[in-house]
């Protein structure tokens, strides 16, 4: 064994001290705002931890492979070669399309190079078992906020009860579902991808409105004058090659928000945030926009909130789980607030933090019995969403 290799398995799977390290070290940059949503630009002073490549550079340079693990496939595992001579850090919610169905990865994974691995993985097109192409290709999107949020929570969920990176598919397929029923995008084989076909030349307008800013390592968003999340990666050249991918995750998810609140008004529905509502409700929205809240939130307020986020993802409590790839997948959750960080030699190369939403999620790590609960938030979801009350 390397030394390298010994410094990985040097961390302890467990309870894991609070992320306050990385939380101090991020850096803020000037608000941005287009339509409903709001970017914080994230920086750190400088990059860190090993280098890496992103799933697309690999890809395209042609020494990084995603297959399926066998002729005959399983729905939650694919495997990954890496011939280069750099590892690959891998996010949780990209998308990989081809072979016999479309899949998502589980968890953020950081694929040494010059090795095979298999990762964990979801369906997000429940309607097609066939091959397409031996091999697979990546999207130029991090799946929908939703998806992505059905995926992190349940793995978690799982890596508390069986210490695995499994997801509850059920509860990823109903996302996928109540999605197409939102975006009113039906697709034949049930797929996720279709689904944003249909609607990226909505999301075109937010790329255009956030910009990549020089040295840059992640964002977080805000929807509506609330923080939903954030992300970073530990080296500025990696995120410029995901800015676009991880920005058309929140907009897709803000557009298909903005048709749910135009279908309620076209319904005469009420209790939307801008849009209808009663007049109480309007007051309330009147009230938020003088106060710099809400659609186009004021600049000082939205650093007020984000640093707001950053001081609860400091206190986290944490827990460790050796990740299926190099280093430690640290999951946390608290303060409705839940997250993860991959670690590798110390250094977080990848965060993700989501704000719980309507009740759902962002507390203690809870029991498996909670997973058959959260198989019913997908219909709900999908009732809301047709509704109007998202």
């Given at each position: 064994m390397t030394s390298v290799e010994k410094s990985d398995q040097?961390?302890?799977?467990?309870?894991?001290?609070?992320?306050?390290?990385?939380?101090?070290?991020?850096r803020l940059g000037e608000?941005?705002?287009?339509?409903?949503?709001?970017?914080?630009?994230?920086?750190?002073?400088?990059?860190?931890?090993?280098?890496?490549?992103?799933?697309?550079?690999?890809?395209?340079?042609?020494?990084?492979?995603?297959?399926?693990?066998?002729?005959?496939?399983?729905?939650?595992a694919l495997r990954v070669i890496n011939e280069g001579a750099t590892g690959v850090l891998m996010l949780d919610g990209e998308e990989l399309v081809g072979a016999k169905q479309n899949r998502v990865l589980n968890a953020a994974v950081f694929v040494r190079e010059k090795s095979s691995m298999v990762v964990p993985?979801?369906?997000?097109?429940?309607?097609?078992?066939?091959?397409?192409?031996?091999e697979f290709h990546d999207e130029e999107f991090v799946v929908h906020a939703q998806v992505r949020r059905a995926v992190h929570e349940s793995v978690s969920l799982n890596l508390r009860a069986a210490g695995g990176h499994r997801s509850d598919q059920g509860r990823v397929w109903d996302e996928v579902a109540c999605l197409q029923s939102c975006a009113d995008s039906p697709?034949?084989?049930?797929?996720?991808?279709?689904?944003?076909?249909?609607?990226?030349?909505?999301?075109?307008?937010?790329?255009d409105a956030f910009p990549l800013q020089s040295g840059q390592h992640g964002l977080l968003v805000l929807r509506d004058g609330d923080v939903v999340g954030l992300d970073f990666v530990s080296r500025a050249g990696c995120y410029a090659q995901l800015h676009a991918k991880l920005l058309r995750s929140y907009a897709f998810d803000a557009v298909t928000r903005?048709?749910?609140?135009?279908r309620a008004a076209a319904h005469g529905g009420g209790?939307?945030?801008g849009q209808g509502g009663t007049g109480e409700q309007k007051g309330k929205e009147?009230?938020?926009?003088?106060?710099?809240?809400?659609?186009?939130?004021?600049?000082?307020?939205?650093?007020?909130?984000?640093?707001?986020?950053?001081?609860?993802?400091?206190?986290?409590?944490?827990?460790?789980?050796?990740?299926?790839?190099r280093g430690w997948d640290v999951r946390y959750?608290?303060?409705?607030?839940?997250?993860?960080?991959?670690?590798?030699?110390?250094?977080?190369?990848?965060?993700?933090?989501?704000?719980?939403?309507?009740?759902?999620?962002?507390?203690?790590?809870?029991n498996a019995d909670a997973q058959a609960e959260q198989r019913m938030v997908g219909s709900d979801r999908r009732r809301a969403y047709l509704e109007g009350r998202f």
């Open positions: 040097s961390g302890r799977a467990g309870q894991a001290g609070p992320p306050a390290a990385f939380a101090a070290a991020l608000p941005q705002t287009h339509g409903s949503l709001g970017v914080v630009p994230l920086s750190f002073w400088g990059d860190r931890g090993p280098r890496y490549e992103t799933l697309s550079a690999a890809l395209r340079a042609g020494t990084f492979h995603v297959t399926e693990v066998s002729d005959g496939g399983s729905v939650p993985v979801s369906c997000v097109e429940a309607g097609r078992w066939h091959y397409s192409g031996h697709s034949p084989t049930g797929a996720h991808r279709d689904v944003y076909a249909q609607r990226s030349g909505d999301i075109a307008g937010y790329l903005e048709m749910s609140r135009g209790g939307v945030k009147g009230e938020k926009a003088a106060k710099g809240e809400g659609v186009g939130l004021r600049p000082d307020a939205a650093l007020a909130r984000a640093q707001a986020f950053l001081e609860i993802i400091a206190r986290l409590p944490g827990r460790s789980f050796k990740s299926p790839g959750a608290g303060g409705g607030v839940s997250g993860s960080t991959l670690m590798v030699r110390g250094v977080a190369v990848h965060g993700a933090f989501f704000a719980a939403e309507d009740g759902q999620g962002g507390g203690e790590f809870v």
